[in-house]
Structure formats: C-alpha cells, structure tokens
C-alpha cells in the first residue's frame, strides 16, 4: 500500500531528505494546493512549505487557499498531486477544517493518489480524535477534539520535545483507549491512505 499521509509534528520546512524523496519520488508532483489559515503575513510564510519542492520540481504550480476567509470551490482543485495543511492555532484548524465538505475533499483526493501532509495542526486534525496539548490552547487545558477521521487507531502529539510535553501526553492517553504516538518537530509519521502506519521517520 502506497504511503499517501504524511504527519510532521513540527512546522515547515521539511529538513529530513528522506522524508521529502518519499513525497516526491512515488508520484509525479506537479500542483499543491497548501490549505491555511489567515494571520498577519501569512503569505512570504507559505514558502516554507514548498522550498523543498520546488528545487526538485520545475514546473510546479502552487495554490494556497485560506477556508476562514474564502469560499472554496473543491471542484477546481481536483488535479492537485500533493495537498498540504499548514500549522498553527490549534482550534481555529479544528473549527476551520473539521466539516464534511473538506473530509469528502481529502478522502476523494486520497482516492486518486494524491499525498496530504499535515503540519502539526494540520497533521493534529487528520484523526478521527484529535489530541490538543495545554501548551497549545488558552484555557491550558488538555483537549479531545473531534477530526476529519483519516486515521483512528492511535491520536498523535505534536512538537513533543519543544514543548516538553510526555507527562501531558500521558494523562491525555488515560482519556481515550488507543494510545497517543508522540511526534518530535522533526519527526514524520507515515500512513497508507486507509490510516494505517507504514513508517516512522525521526
């Protein structure tokens, strides 16, 4: 089975080579479409994801599409090889992203063999149950949110090591009866496109 989802549990750029060779050599790469959402300067930002690329990829056209500002007609971007959801606040992704228009998107894309990377919030709401660690909300609260549903077996934790976060991990898995895969910022989890784990890369 084809690794199709790519969690990063730390923010762009992708600096681990064998994470990027395995994006880009099982399928030609020639439009992503980045999914974020609006804050101050978001656009030099988006570089950030797609310098690693666009070395290696020529003829690449980028579309970045920000869903709490815009209305998005998915229909456009059904030709997109590579689909990437950005990083950032926690809740505003779950509140943004989290709806079935955007699921029936993604699960269709995964359907025609595209790859979708999550950049910690990104990667967070691809699970059916989503994690959010105090370090990453208001209220300092440990969170179990609802997600898009990708994978179901585990739930993830991003920026485990910059954000010291095992003894939050911890309790949080006491919460749910499947365990919580702890992602460092540089780490990739990689998943076939039914959500099942095919490699860790750290």
């Not at 730390?10 to 395995?22: F, S």
């Not at 020529?58 to 059904?78: A, G, H, K, M, V």
């Not at 485990?160 to 911890?170: E, L, P, T, V």
Request: negative net charge.
């Amino acid at each position: 089975m084809d690794e199709q989802i790519f969690l990063m549990g730390g923010n762009p750029p992708i600096k681990n080579h064998t994470i990027v060779h395995k994006i880009v050599s099982s399928r030609k790469i020639e439009r992503i479409v980045i999914f974020t959402v609006y804050r101050e300067n978001w656009e030099p930002y988006m570089n950030k994801y797609t310098e690693v690329f666009q070395s290696q990829l020529p003829n690449l056209n980028t579309d970045y599409l920000l869903l709490d500002t815009e209305q998005i007609n998915f229909d456009s971007y059904l030709d997109a090889d590579l689909i990437i959801i950005g990083g950032g606040n926690t809740e505003k992704y779950l509140a943004t992203y989290v709806n079935q228009q955007f699921k029936n998107y993604i699960d269709r894309m995964l359907n025609k063999g595209a790859k979708v990377i999550g950049f910690s919030a990104g990667a967070l709401l691809l699970g059916e149950k989503v994690y959010v660690s105090p370090n990453d909300n208001s209220d300092h609260q440990i969170k179990i949110k609802n997600g898009l549903g990708l994978f179901s077996q585990f739930l993830i934790s991003v920026h485990y090591d910059s954000w010291n976060d095992k003894a939050n991990k911890d309790r949080a898995e006491e919460l749910v009866n499947v365990p919580i895969i702890p992602l460092n910022d540089h780490s990739c989890l990689v998943l076939d496109k039914l959500g099942n784990i095919t490699e860790k890369i750290d």
